[in-house]
């Protein structure tokens, strides 16, 4: 992406230059270095002001708002993804499906914040998007699964845990491994609030290794706090693996920052240049 954007930088071309700089954004959200990503998307916003990008537009906004929800800034990530539902028009093709994209990451936000009320309504709009699930079956699963874990935390028992399973079923046929590691997850929790203590072990050991053959750390983390709680007398052998994995995290996270920081230096040598040629 680095060097798509050099190209196209010295080609003067914005379209494909914002397009680039929004894809190592998103792969800089991806790997969790998230003040980059802002850094990144902003650029992408003051490349395309005053153009008419509806497309990168949307997805930018739509980015901003889940950086903002992963470091808990709860109101602007609500704010950027109002803004990225307000900016959908009819040059964005309807099988992109934003809206649904929308209302399931706006009732994620809810959701973080436990209110859980408010989050089942927007999945419940999601779903109800023509041709979701032809269109985007993983952003169906994940309203799926988020209206499932909504209704578990209003106590709203019809329809669990087959929800959940359905979810699971169609991530596991798409091979959407983070999606079926979530699914997983909160099948343990389910399961555990229903004392099926055989069921909710089963289901966090299995998210477990998953996450450690594909070495998604947060997930690793996100399992072991699982089975911490489920398996009380194993907790300090949890606990000791879970400092360890949260100690590779943060140094995988600080050396993707140090890259992604040497590609912007080099990128701004590039306009430095430009700048001298003109």
Not at 123 to 139: S, W
């Amino acid at each position: 992406y680095d060097k798509a954007e050099k190209m196209y930088l010295e080609l003067e071309d914005k379209t494909n230059q914002s397009r680039a700089i929004l894809n190592k954004a998103n792969l800089q959200y991806k790997e969790s270095d998230f003040l980059g990503a802002e850094n990144a998307a902003s650029k992408v916003l003051k490349i395309i002001k005053n153009t008419d990008q509806s497309e990168v537009l949307y997805d930018t906004y739509n980015l901003f708002g889940l950086i903002y929800n992963e470091l808990d800034d709860s109101d602007n990530a609500m704010a950027y993804h109002n803004k990225a539902l307000a900016s959908i028009d009819e040059k964005i093709p309807s099988v992109f499906q934003p809206e649904a994209t929308s209302y399931n990451n706006i009732g994620y936000v809810y959701l973080k914040n436990h209110q859980y009320k408010e989050a089942k309504k927007y999945f419940q709009k999601g779903l109800e998007q023509k041709n979701i699930f032809r269109d985007k079956p993983y952003v169906y699963t994940m309203l799926l699964n988020n209206l499932a874990f909504s209704k578990f935390k209003l106590n709203e028992k019809d329809g669990l845990p087959d929800l959940f399973f359905q979810s699971l079923k169609i991530r596991d046929s798409l091979q959407l491994t983070t999606g079926i590691i979530a699914s997983k997850l909160n099948l343990s929790e389910y399961f555990r609030s229903e004392n099926d203590t055989v069921k909710a072990i089963q289901f966090a050991k299995e998210a477990l290794k998953l996450s450690q053959e594909t070495n998604n750390y947060r997930n690793i983390l996100n399992s072991l706090k699982q089975l911490s709680v489920i398996e009380p007398q194993n907790a300090a052998i949890y606990t000791k693996e879970y400092i360890q994995v949260s100690e590779k995290l943060q140094k995988a996270e600080r050396n993707i920052g140090n890259k992604f920081s040497r590609i912007e230096f080099e990128t701004e040598e590039v306009k430095e240049k430009n700048s001298n040629l003109t």
